[in-house]
């Protein structure tokens, strides 16, 4: 019996981490149509959407693959040609085609933006839910150092971990959310301080219910609204560093395609082959654009104020 007990308050737990993330979807998927509601959603949400299948299917539909030499008929490589209905967007100073690597490079800044944004948004709601839930000394403590890692501006700190780390997809990824978990943490901390008081989680307090059910079940469904807009913006922000990385050599290393890192390429040809460099930049301005204007969405759908809390 005493097994059994035991057994209880971890299939409570379990329960109630599934019951949060089931009614999450649920409200994100909800917040998305009320998005489309407004004008901001309407024009970001389908950008945003085309990144994200250009990203799963890019590589799949580009006309060449991202890192071979485009020749003539003489062997000859096809450096700097301009852009033709061979070569939509023409190629670059190696004679890879940059439509071809525009196309496979989404890909690759994506899923490093949304997994570092995802992963600082996780701890980042975590960390600021349980000590915002905590309060007391607890609570001042951990603020303090969320405070302390965010006076450190974000790429700087970023340069800091991978120069110590080295640069890979995994370094970049847990540093992308080690510079965005503590903003997270004071929104979402923000946002328990005013909901820990209400009714419904002071009866779940009297039923006896443990401070992670209360916190995943009565508490982050109602944070919803909020949650979505700080991860959108935070998603925002990740791409831009992201590219940032890419265009300072520490994100994906040559000859991989990567957007930030083909910005840099182009530094030597903007004149002559502007097209290098403006394609990349364009998805990247793009899908920076989509997600704000997705965030105003949301916001407006819900009716929350802008903020200046977003950086």
């Known amino acids: 019996m005493a097994s059994v007990t035991s057994g209880q308050p971890h299939s409570q737990l379990v329960q109630a981490v599934a019951h949060g993330v089931t009614a999450s ?10 998005a489309l509601k407004t004008t901001a959603g309407r024009i970001g949400l389908p950008l945003v959407a085309f990144h994200l299948l250009l990203a799963v299917f890019g590589p799949f539909l580009a006309p060449y693959p991202a890192t071979e030499f485009q020749r003539d008929a003489n062997n000859n490589v096809l450096q700097l040609q301009s852009p033709s209905t061979k070569y939509w967007l023409g190629t670059d100073n ?13 890909s690759s800044i994506i899923a490093v933006s949304v997994a570092g944004a995802s992963l600082g948004i996780a701890l980042g709601t975590i960390v600021g839910m349980s000590s915002g839930y905590k309060g007391g ?15 450190f501006p974000s790429l700087l700190l970023a340069l800091l971990v991978l120069s110590t780390l ?8 847990a540093t992308i959310g080690v510079v965005f978990m503590p903003r997270v943490a004071r929104v979402l901390r923000s946002v ?4 820990k008081s209400l009714e419904f989680v002071q009866s ?39 590219s940032s990385l890419g265009f300072l050599g520490l994100g994906v290393q040559p000859p991989s395609p990567d957007w930030g890192l083909m910005i ?14 403006l394609a990349p930049a364009a998805g990247v301005a793009t899908l920076v654009v989509g997600v704000n204007l997705l965030t105003d969405g949301l916001r407006q759908a819900r009716g929350l104020p802008a903020g200046d809390d977003y950086e």
């Open 192 to 195: 328990t301080l005013s909901l």
């Open 166 to 173: 080295g640069a890979n997809h995994e370094n970049i990824i």
């Open 204 to 242: 779940a307090r009297l039923r006896g219910e443990p401070a992670p059910y209360i916190i995943f079940k009565e508490i982050l469904p109602n944070a919803i609204p909020v949650l979505a807009v700080e991860g959108s913006v935070r998603l925002s922000y990740a791409i831009l560093l992201a």
């Open 94 to 106: 190696a004679g890879r085609d940059v439509l071809s690597r525009v196309m496979s490079g989404a």
């Open 264 to 277: 840099s390429e182009s530094r030597n040809f903007l004149v002559d082959a502007p097209w290098i460099g």
């Open 25 to 34: 979807w649920r409200m994100v998927r909800n917040e998305l149509a009320m």
């Open 137 to 151: 000394r607890t609570d001042e403590i951990v603020m303090r150092v969320m405070d302390g890692l965010m006076s």
